[in-house]
């Protein structure tokens, strides 16, 4: 039997079981709110317009990018009604970057010997990982997309409520900004603005203008001025040495102007010497930065030294710095029409150099359960995390507990999801599939319309109970379908499913699912 004319049959466009990834299932994108997120996802939220820390724990398939991108979709709604209080959305979820630009750092540092093996070079450069590095991610992240809305861009990934939604009245609310904080902006864009095409100088030169701070500084003319004097001091000697009679007049002119020439070009070469120590710093400190130390002192160079002071540079052992730093992000958002901030942490175990591993996913995220950078007033960090950590959590100290004060995070220890819980999801599901032109398109669908009448609710209930996550509760229904077309022929198509189908595959897939457990099969 076809499995096309089995979902014929019960009116279903496509078959609802199909996908294992949240990022790639339309199904989900189609799911009502209220049915495509986990009974604790009301928890897991919290307030959209005040932003608050979350920590959820699960097993892979229960549905932690679901969450993420629930929230995203919840996020991108509330922005769309709330003009004067938005919320600006960072999916931190690609820690690749991040962690090959460390791993890089520490290599050129001498950071492991060379007869060092690969697994020992990975563990020794993940051990380098600090929650200022994250902090510099995720701050990279946050002013590219601020940047982008300032300028009338668009590099972010294209996810529901990842890009900034831009107030109509954008040009206006820059140019009103005090100084200070387009200042703010400038130094932010210099040090983390990290356009994903296109040049950064170029860039950088738009936003200066769309700031209005201009990049002829006082520096620039010191420079100009030197270089204007010395070709002017050396054409005043060179007049009175061709010159047939001396003239005092001249000479005292020309070493007025050498004089005027070294006076500026001292005054220049300072400034220039002072943004190379303070870029080395920078550099020194922030391993995981993108920018290069010829464009961030190109950068710096075109704002005033007064734009400069009183910045709180993210220098080493100034640790306070970053916190600084996103709080006059926020102020700059805040002037923008955006109250908060909320940042989304996913796939901690699919980075290149994690590979799965706990311990190095402990190496990669232990840094950021500090309750500080938790706590953060006007950001809400969702920290969406593999079970495995779970397990290690329960292991650390008393001291590791104190510092990350986690009986003040809203903590999710794993996500559980019932029989009845799958049962109801699937059966959302089903109705999300149905035809348009079917006849029956006003009838709710039961998942028991797929299976035969000796299979009860209670039954498929206590089957997916075995399956225990949304995925492997889809596997199981798609196993059953395509098992129960394959075993039918075409003359005898049956539309419903028999008991004896859906036993021998609950079967199978408690079999797989005790098999993975014990670590003898894979996922």
């Given at each position: 039997m076809n499995v096309e004319t089995f979902l014929a049959h019960h009116g279903l466009g496509e078959n609802?079981?199909?996908?294992?990834?949240?990022?790639?299932?339309?199904?989900?994108?189609?799911?009502?709110?209220d049915a495509a997120g986990h009974p604790d996802f009301p928890k897991i939220l919290g307030r959209i317009d005040r932003p608050s820390t979350a920590i959820v724990f699960g097993e892979k398939g229960s549905g932690k990018t679901a969450i993420r991108l629930l929230i995203g979709r919840l996020v991108a709604e509330h922005?769309?009604?709330?003009?004067?209080?938005?919320?600006?959305?960072?999916?931190?979820?690609d820690l690749n970057p991040l962690l090959d630009r460390i791993a890089t750092s520490n290599r050129h540092h001498g950071g492991h010997g060379p007869a060092e093996g690969d697994a020992a070079r990975i563990g020794r450069?993940?051990?380098h990982v600090r929650l200022q590095d994250h902090q510099d991610a995720i701050l990279s992240l946050a002013v590219t997309r601020l940047v982008d809305a300032i300028l009338g861009t668009s590099t972010a990934a294209g996810e529901p409520g990842e890009a900034m939604v831009v107030p109509e009245d954008i040009e206006r609310r820059v140019r009103q900004l005090p100084r200070q904080l387009r200042a703010d902006v400038a130094v932010l864009a210099a040090i983390y603005d990290a356009p994903r095409r296109g040049s950064a100088v170029q860039r950088w030169k738009a936003l200066l203008r769309a700031l209005r701070l201009g990049r002829f500084t006082?520096?620039?003319?010191?420079?100009?001025g030197a270089a204007v004097l010395a070709v002017l001091a050396g054409g005043m000697l060179l007049a009175d040495r061709l010159a047939a009679e001396h003239s005092v007049w001249l000479n005292l002119a020309g070493a007025l102007c050498a004089a005027g020439a070294i006076g500026l070009g001292i005054t220049w070469a300072l400034r220039w010497l002072n943004l190379w120590r303070l870029v080395g710093q920078l550099a020194a400190a922030a391993p995981a930065m993108e920018r290069s130390q010829a464009d961030l002192r190109r950068m710096l160079m075109d704002l005033r030294r007064e734009d400069l002071a009183g910045q709180p540079w993210p220098w080493k052992g100034n640790t306070d710095a970053r916190y600084q730093l996103t709080a006059?992000?926020?102020?700059?958002?805040?002037?923008?029409?955006?109250?908060g901030m909320m940042v989304l942490v996913d796939r901690i175990d699919e980075p290149t150099l994690v590979a799965g591993q706990p311990e190095r996913m402990m190496k990669v995220i232990w840094p950021m359960l500090d309750n500080k950078f938790l706590q953060q007033r006007g950001v809400g960090v969702k920290l969406l995390l593999p079970i495995e950590l779970r397990h290690a959590l329960l292991r650390q100290s008393?001291?590791?507990?104190?510092?990350?004060?986690?009986?003040?995070?809203?903590?999710?220890?794993?996500?559980?999801?019932?029989g009845t819980t799958l049962y109801d999801l699937c059966t959302h599901r089903l109705n999300v599939c149905r035809r348009k032109s079917d006849?029956?398109?006003?009838?709710?669908?039961s998942l028991t319309d797929l299976f035969e009448p000796e299979v009860s609710r209670q039954m498929l209930i206590d089957a997916l109970d075995q399956m225990q996550q949304p995925r492997d509760a889809f596997k199981f229904l798609y196993a059953a379908i395509q098992e129960h077309c394959r075993s039918i022929p075409e003359e005898q198509?049956?539309?419903r499913i028999p008991r004896a189908v859906m036993d021998s595959v609950r079967r199978q897939q408690a079999q797989r699912l005790n098999d993975l457990q014990r670590g003898i099969a894979p996922s």
């Open positions: 609802p079981f199909t996908a294992e990834e949240a990022r790639h299932d339309p199904v989900f994108e189609r799911l009502p709110r922005n769309q009604t709330h003009a004067d209080h938005r919320v600006l959305l960072v999916p931190y979820d450069a993940l051990d006082p520096h620039f003319w010191a420079g100009l006059r992000l926020l102020g700059v958002l805040d002037a923008l029409g955006y109250g008393p001291a590791f507990f104190q510092e990350a004060r986690l009986d003040k995070q809203c903590m999710i220890e794993r996500l559980n999801w019932s006849d029956r398109q006003g009838e709710a669908m198509a049956s539309a």
